[in-house]
């Protein structure tokens, strides 16, 4: 059992009391076992601070720093701040049409995997073409993740390299 799990257990208990639905925004959690799960986080090393200070995760700890977008683009060699970052484009805090962040999808695909090349849209849907198929299927599925993380959906096919 991990100091996480029990966290997400109080969590999930704290859900349930708290009336959600009738919006209450907190629910406050005492007792010696509440006090037993911040003394043993506290004592986990790389936690700062006492009391619920210690519950706050930051860095690798923080399974939720990034937003949807921002992770699925570094689970696909993309990390937010970079300069490949850069290179592909940033998401605008103003509404994107379509094509734009299917094109961002595209160069996030396409990092790191040179010969193989991307045609078509959103609207019309994607070839991938690469000499060797296994790397063609590679790109296919990075494709599919990467606008999956620019919220959008559309057929993606292999093509061979000719067509």
Same mark, same amino acid.
Request: without cysteine.
């Given at each position: 059992?991990?100091?996480?799990?029990?966290?997400?257990?109080?969590?999930?208990?704290?859900?349930?009391?708290?009336?959600?639905?009738?919006? &209450?925004?907190?629910?406050?959690?005492?007792?010696?076992?509440?006090?037993?799960?911040?003394?043993?986080?506290?004592?986990?090393?790389?936690?700062?601070?006492? +009391?619920?200070?210690?519950?706050?995760?930051?860095?690798?700890?923080?399974?939720?720093?990034?937003?949807?977008?921002?992770?699925?683009?570094?689970?696909?060699? &993309?990390?937010?701040?970079?300069?490949?970052?850069?290179?592909?484009?940033?998401?605008?805090?103003?509404?994107?049409?379509?094509?734009?962040?299917?094109?961002?999808?595209?160069?996030?695909?396409?990092? +790191?995997?040179?010969?193989?090349?991307?045609?078509?849209?959103?609207?019309?849907?994607?070839?991938?073409?690469?000499?060797?198929? &296994?790397?063609?299927?590679?790109?296919?599925?990075?494709?599919?993740?990467?606008?999956?993380?620019?919220?959008?959906?559309?057929?993606?096919?292999?093509?061979?390299?000719?067509?």
């Amino acid at each position: 059992m991990t100091t996480r799990g029990v966290v997400d257990e109080l969590a999930a208990a704290a859900d349930l009391v708290r009336g959600k639905a009738d919006g &209450v925004p907190a629910a406050l959690l005492r007792g010696p076992a509440v006090r037993a799960l911040v003394i043993a986080t506290a004592a986990d090393p790389g936690q700062g601070g006492t +009391g619920a200070a210690a519950l706050v995760r930051t860095g690798p700890g923080d399974w939720f720093a990034l937003g949807h977008r921002e992770a699925v683009r570094a689970a696909l060699g &993309v990390a937010p701040g970079s300069a490949r970052a850069e290179e592909v484009g940033i998401a605008s805090v103003a509404p994107e049409d379509e094509e734009v962040r299917g094109a961002r999808a595209v160069r996030v695909a396409l990092v +790191g995997h040179d010969g193989a090349s991307v045609g078509g849209s959103a609207a019309g849907g994607y070839a991938v073409s690469a000499p060797d198929p &296994v790397l063609a299927g590679r790109v296919a599925a990075r494709l599919e993740v990467a606008l999956a993380g620019e919220d959008l959906t559309g057929p993606v096919r292999v093509v061979p390299p000719d067509a």
